[in-house]
C-alpha cells in the first residue's frame, strides 16, 4: 500500500515538473528564468561543462525546501539551437543522474526584436514643436525696440547746467557804488548803515586798538586818521551838500586804500 502512495506521488511530481517546462522557450544566447522549478529527492547542482561541449548552460538562483524534494530558481543559457531535456544537465551531489522526466527548454534561433513590425509598416508621427526659441526672439525684440521707442518720444530733457555763482563784490566795488549814491544825495538810511560798517570794518582790521570799540566810537577816531579821514568826511559833507557836479574820477582817488580787500573785510563791524 505504501508503495503505492510513493509511486503516486512521484507520478504526480513528475507530471508537476512537464507542466512546468514543457512549453518553455528561449532564444538563442539570451538569458532564461525558471523559477519554482519542482525536483524531489535531494538537492541537485549543474553538470560540469568540459571544453564548453554543452547546449545549455545552468545556473541555480535560488533553492527552496518543498514535500519530498526541493524547489529551484535557474538560469539558463542556450548554446545551440533545439529542444533540450534539463535532468540531463542536472545531478545530485553525489554525481547520480536524475529520473528521466519531461523538463525540456526549445531554444531557438528567433530573436526576440524579429516580432517588431518591419520598417515600412511604421507611420511616421510628426515631432513635437520643440524650443520655441525664435517666438522667444521676436518677443524680446519687439519689447527691446518698443522700449527704445519710448526712451527717445517721452525722455525728459536734461535741465541746463546751473549757471555759475555771481562773484561776491569786493569791498572796493561796494564803497564805490554806496559812495558815489552818497555823492549825489542819494544814499538810503539802511545804504548809509552799510557804508559806515564797511569802513569801520575795514579799519578795525587794520588797527588793532579800534578792535574792541564800538563802531560809533571806532569812526569818532578814524575822522582823525590821515588815510581814513579824507573819504569819511567827504561823505559827511555829501550826505548834507551833495555835489552833482561830481564825477567819478574824483571819488576813486578816495578809495584807493580799500584796494584788494577779501570778503571776510567787508561788513565785519
Known sequence: MNRLILLFIFFFQISDLRSQTSDLK??????????????PGAKVEPIPQKNREGSLVIRILEIKPAADGFRYDLEVYG?????????????????????????????????PLDSLPPPE??????????????????????????????ILLYRKKLPPPPAPPTPEPTLHEKLNR??????????????RAQLERLIVGHWKQKLPNLQNLSPAKALIQLR?????????LKIE?????????????DILPLLDSYQGNSKSQIEKP
Do not use: C, M
Open 121 to 150: 509598416t511604421l507611420k511616421p508621427n510628426d515631432p513635437d514643436r520643440l524650443g520655441g526659441y525664435r517666438l522667444l526672439i521676436g518677443i524680446l525684440g519687439i519689447l527691446w525696440l518698443l522700449g527704445f521707442l519710448i
Open 178 to 191: 554806496l559812495v558815489s549814491s552818497a555823492s549825489k544825495g542819494d544814499l538810503p538810511d539802511n545804504d
Open 79 to 111: 548554446l545551440d539551437p533545439g529542444t533540450h531535456q534539463l535532468s540531463t544537465y542536472l545531478h545530485y551531489p553525489n554525481g547520480a543522474a536524475l529520473p528521466a522526466f519531461d523538463s525540456q527548454i526549445e531554444i531557438t534561433t528567433r530573436h
Open 224 to 232: 582823525t586818521h590821515p588815510d581814513a579821514s579824507p573819504l569819511i
Open 26 to 39: 528561449s532564444p538563442l544566447g539570451f538569458p532564461t528564468t525558471i523559477t519554482d522549478l519542482y525536483i
Open 237 to 249: 559833507q555829501w550826505l548834507h551838500a551833495p555835489n552833482p557836479e561830481l564825477t567819478h574820477k
